[in-house]
């Protein structure tokens, strides 16, 4: 079965969609924190798809709710033509979690499409066409998006990147002004107001970013830094749109929107993956005003809120907040880390342990004083997790960052499962 998948995927699949390992798993069934291949072979899943799993693998509550649909024969597919209660509820529930005044809601069936809607929105409400983003920043994989990228792997030689200017990331690890971490003046957010003045008009439709950034790598900025972006980019009559397609639903383990957290109300968040457990579904939440700006014209999406999807977003956000998931984010996420420092000691390859909650980085060098990227070693990393019935993840521009992003209901038990199977694949590792 596994080789005719490889044959099939080889002969009738893009070449872009590359599994992971050298070895891929062919999963066939999950449940709470655990997944299994199709050899019997169980792992405690620590990627969730790629971040996607927020409540846990086929939650009872929702499968309950799916089957209850199922078996009343309930509508399946209705576009926003009709009225549906599910995604109505959704909305209502984004709605109400969202910081500030931001009530206004859109669906679709990814993160990268609810960017372009994002985006759409701030051009049509201000007026304006640039957009700033982040280099390591990584947005999606339709047309705005990629561009708004700031990754040399996922972008095409061919690829247009219309009105977008690129401005310097957070990298506190590698500061890309050589300043050491916490003792800066936040040069890099000066460094949107440089990008705004000399490659754009000096007005802005809106700066873009993800408040960790998650496929460069967890690159966790300060608040401050967020703060003086912000003010920036109100300065240049900007929208700020924050994309929590990964630290959205909780993942940060203090609010369910990670801007919350920060402190900034930002005029646009856009999310998807644990938002719908999943389920493909991805939303945008806008402060009335910008969203008005659309009206008159109509924008149609076949599937985005449809039935299904929109159930289980919205018995995902209930499931969080009744098993006080985010607290237990909060918690598993602390122990994880000081798990990690200890492993530190012992193992000079973790360079930078970084994060909040449950959205972890490990980046792994080969000399903690050059810093030097550990790419062959984060690659053969996986593999010994792997080894140990343990799916772990990679990210950064050069792929020598570890990304652990369990389920939020991850137990302490699991947590430690964690941390012996990584200190045994780092044993393996540096033998
Ligand atoms: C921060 C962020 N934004 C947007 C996207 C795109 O979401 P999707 O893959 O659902 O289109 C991703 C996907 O990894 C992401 O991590």
């Known amino acids: 079965m596994k080789e005719k998948i490889i044959h099939q995927r080889e002969k009738y699949v893009y070449p872009t969609k590359v599994p992971y390992y050298k070895d891929p798993i062919h999963l066939t069934r999950s449940s709470g924190s655990y997944v299994w291949d199709s050899d019997g072979k169980k792992y ?3 990627i969730g798809g790629i971040v996607s799993i927020s409540a846990g693998h086929n939650h009872p509550r929702i499968k309950a709710k799916m089957l209850d649909m199922i078996n009343n024969d309930s509508i399946q597919h209705t576009t926003y033509l009709y009225l549906s209660e599910y995604m109505a509820d959704l909305a209502e529930k984004i709605a109400k979690l969202a910081p500030g005044t931001l009530t206004k809601c859109y669906f ?31 947005h999606g994989g339709t047309n705005v ?16 990147q219309a009105s977008i200017a690129h401005a310097k990331a957070p990298y506190c690890y590698r500061c890309p002004y050589g300043a050491t971490e ?7 957010a000066d460094d949107v107001r440089e990008v ?43 929208l700020y749109i924050s994309d929590e397609v990964q630290t959205g639903a909780g993942r940060t383990g203090k609010d369910f929107f990670m801007s919350s ?5 930002p005029d646009i968040i856009t999310m998807a993956k644990g938002i719908g457990n999943g389920a493909p579904l991805g939303a945008v939440v806008a402060k009335p005003e910008f969203a008005e700006s659309l009206k008159g014209k109509a924008h149609f999406n076949t599937f985005g809120g449809d039935p299904y999807q929109a159930m289980q977003a919205s018995e995902t956000i209930s499931i969080i907040q009744d098993e006080n998931l985010i607290g237990n984010a909060d918690r598993m996420g602390e122990y994880l880390i000081a798990g990690f420092k200890e ?84 044993t393996k590792l540096t033998k």
């Open 343 to 426: 492993m530190q000691r012992d193992f000079p390859l973790i360079g930078d342990i970084r994060g909040r909650g449950l959205l972890i980085g490990l980046e792994l060098v080969t000399n903690p004083k050059t810093k030097d990227p550990a790419i062959k070693e984060t690659a053969d990393l996986m593999e010994y997790a792997k080894e140990e019935g343990i799916l772990i993840g990679k990210g950064s521009l050069l792929g020598n960052v570890i990304r652990l992003a369990p389920s939020l209901a991850i137990t302490q038990t699991e947590c430690d499962e964690l941390l012996t199977g990584l200190r045994k694949a780092f």
């Open 108 to 138: 679709t069936n990814s993160g990268s499409e609810a960017n372009e809607m994002a985006v759409m929105t701030a051009r049509v409400a201000t007026g304006n066409q640039m957009v700033i983003s982040l280099r390591h920043g990584y």
């Open 196 to 238: 705004i003045q000399t490659a754009t008009s000096g007005k802005i439709a809106a700066f873009i970013k993800e408040p960790i950034l998650g496929v460069g790598g967890f690159i966790d900025a300060s608040d401050e830094y967020h703060k003086k972006v912000y003010d920036i980019v109100k300065e240049h009559g900007g």
């Open 261 to 265: 957290t920060i402190g900034i109300e």
């Open 145 to 160: 998006p990629l561009g708004l990228c700031g990754h040399s792997t996922w972008k095409f030689p061919h690829q247009p």
């Open 44 to 46: 405690l899943d620590v």
């Open 182 to 188: 916490g003792k800066c003046n936040l040069e890099c």
